[in-house]
């Protein structure tokens, strides 16, 4: 899928749903959800929903480390 030619409400709830899919035992959609969504958090330039974004990149970073943590 091509992030570029989805609306930005739509990026929001992809981005959303891959967050909360990883607290149901899918711990590897936190780690998809980082490097899928960080260009349009963290590069692209400022748009509405890009602030809910980066707040789900950074709890789906914190989550995916504790979990790594967790299994070693």
């Known amino acids: 899928m091509n992030l570029e030619r989805l609306p930005n409400e739509e990026k929001l709830t992809l981005c959303r749903k891959y967050y909360f899919g990883g607290f149901a035992f899918l711990p590897f ?14 590069v692209e330039p400022t ?4 602030l809910q974004i980066k ?4 709890q789906s970073s ?3 480390q504790c979990t790594q943590r ?3």
Do not use: D, P
């Open 70 to 72: 967790k299994c070693c």
């Open 29 to 42: 959609l936190w780690l998809v959800n980082v490097v899928w969504f960080f260009k349009e958090a963290f």
């Open 47 to 50: 748009y509405t929903e890009q």
């Open 62 to 64: 914190n989550q995916s």
């Open 55 to 58: 707040t789900c990149e950074c």
